[in-house]
């Protein structure tokens, strides 16, 4: 797992202008429940405690002390690490991570539900789909990305196409003239826990404001 | 970590089966007196045990008519490796038990038993001490507690068995054996619990999110109920709770045992020895159940407010 990949897609988030709005929840939810894999398990959708499959969660933190406080929404989801924890674990070979492109995918078909690689990921990136029984994460909208019959312009991952203020940006991060590695040089684009040195393919962008208050 | 009963039968119930294994291989090889048909009844035992452990591993899995495949993944995974010994142990004891009845005689396969089981051991161990971010389980007290906690109570009911099984000369050969697991395999479990409450966290908030803020607060989680990520990864526990299955662990586990194994030694009925496997047995879920609980997953520092 150690050798570089020649190409990496991934996702920069831009918490600078992330509102928290949950559109690229909601789109994640509606690609990836409309696809072959079948429907994101939603058990007591209507009822007292709701719970469901999601690839992408939107949370919300607070920094800083009042009233010098910043609200800094943070979209999670997988990461697609260089150096994936989660891949070598799975005792089926059920959780890979593509050569071509260096998604990290879980192949249902093969999958125990053992749950080996949710705990093996430090980020609670993986959910076990409580209706099929196998564990799901984000494709990166793998079915979409090269889908030849999408105009080119909308051959991206759902959240990104769905995100009103464009906190998400898309693309090859092994590529150093691409929109990700550019936005990722020149504005500070970091990692998550990156004490456990898993090389995360998505990055961050760090908020200016957040930084500028220090402490 | 949320304990899954599955895995705290399976691992509880096999590595008492492998110390059972061991105590009557090391038996057989020192060249105790044994009665060919008590050996064959422990034997079985020690099978059905084991059986019921690969039963209640399975139960663990989502699918588990696909069990079969996790074998494939051998060279990366401990998982699959412990997948493959398991039953590898299970043939060699069978194959033991076989030899008696049939009665060809096979030394090298208690010998045998012993390097398979001391191998079960390392792979079920390493399964979690490979995860290097749950930093209670990355380290090598986790292997040391699985074997001494196996041998322990396998030598324990391997006593216990004796007793039942009519045989009270081996019995009390077993106790000394069985006094000295507990007591071992006491202190390093303790080393262990002492080196959780020490340990200092490698995540924070900060690193999980990267925002440089010296105070920082999660105020959505994201979701207004659980998710996968809620239920698998906290234990839900009251710190009451907690400390009562502490309570359990050195109590039931080690400490009462360890009493009964040494009124036994200094002359107490044998029969004492049942109602010791009986405790410990209650004693060594609840260890394998902090064992989880313990476990303090990064991911849970996105997980912490619901609004």
């Known amino acids: 797992m150690s050798d570089t990949l020649a190409k990496q897609l991934a996702l920069v988030i831009d918490l600078n202008v992330c509102v928290g709005c949950h559109a690229c929840v909601t789109s994640c939810k509606q690609w990836n429940s409309s696809g072959a894999a079948g429907p994101l398990a939603d058990l007591n959708a209507y009822d007292a405690n709701p719970t469901g499959t999601f690839f992408n969660r939107v949370q919300t933190y607070e920094a800083g002390s009042f009233p010098e406080t910043e609200t800094v929404h943070f979209p999670k989801s997988c990461l697609h690490c260089e150096d994936p924890p989660c891949v070598p674990v799975c005792p089926t070979g059920a959780s890979y991570k593509r050569k071509e492109d260096g998604i990290v995918l879980v192949d249902y078909d093969k999958c125990i539900g053992c749950k080996y690689c949710a705990w093996a990921c430090p980020y609670g990136a993986r959910e076990l789909d409580e209706e099929r029984q196998v564990m799901t994460k984000c494709t990166l909208c793998v079915d979409r990305i090269y889908d030849q019959a999408l105009p080119p312009a909308d051959r991206k991952p759902a959240c990104v196409m769905a995100c009103p203020t464009g906190a998400r940006l898309f693309g090859d991060v092994k590529d150093p003239d691409s929109d990700v590695s550019k936005a990722i040089r020149e504005r500070g684009g970091y990692a998550l826990m990156p004490e456990w040195e898993t090389q995360p393919a998505n990055q961050y962008l760090p908020r200016k404001v957040t930084a500028a208050l220090g402490e | 970590m949320h304990p899954a009963w599955s895995v705290i039968v399976f691992t509880t119930v096999a590595g008492a089966a492998q110390g059972l294994v061991v105590a009557l291989a090391l038996a057989t090889l020192l060249g105790v007196p044994l009665a060919a048909g008590f050996v064959d009844a422990a034997l079985l035992c020690a099978l059905g045990m084991l059986v019921v452990g690969l039963a209640s591993s399975l139960l663990h899995l989502g699918r588990p008519l696909r069990a079969w495949r996790a074998v494939a993944m051998w060279r990366t995974s401990w998982l699959s490796r412990e997948v493959i010994v398991l039953p590898a142990f299970i043939g060699v004891v069978a194959a033991w038990w076989l030899a008696l009845r049939v009665g060809v005689s096979a030394p090298w396969l208690p010998l045998l038993a012993i390097a398979v089981s001391a191998l079960l051991w390392y792979c079920t161990a ?37 007793v039942l099984g009519g045989q009270p000369a081996l019995a009390r050969s077993l106790v000394p054996w069985a006094l000295g697991l507990t007591l071992l395999a006491w202190a390093t479990r303790t080393l262990a619990l002492r080196r959780n409450a020490a340990l200092k966290l490698k995540s924070s908030l900060q690193s999980a999110t990267g925002i440089p803020a010296k105070k920082l607060v999660q105020k959505s989680m994201g979701m207004s109920a659980g998710s996968f990520n809620t239920r698998e990864f906290f234990h839900g526990a009251s710190a009451a709770a907690v400390r009562h299955v502490r309570l359990a662990l050195h109590g039931l586990g080690f400490g009462v045992p360890v009493l009964l194994l040494l009124a036994v030694q200094l002359g107490a009925p044998l029969g004492w020895l049942v109602l010791a496997l009986m405790v410990q047995g209650a004693g060594l879920l609840a260890e394998r159940w902090l064992f989880f609980a313990q476990a303090r997953h990064p991911q849970n520092l996105y997980y912490q ?3």
């Not at chain 2, 979690?128 to 986790?142: G, S």
Request: proline fraction near 0%; glycine fraction near 8%; charged fraction near 5%.
């Open chain 2, 126 to 162: 390493m399964v979690y001490v490979c995860i290097r971010f749950i930093q209670e389980w990355a380290h090598a007290l986790t292997i040391v507690n699985y074997t001494l906690i196996g041998l322990a109570s396998g030598g324990l009911l391997a006593a216990a068995l004796a």
């Open chain 2, 305 to 307: 407010t619901v609004s």
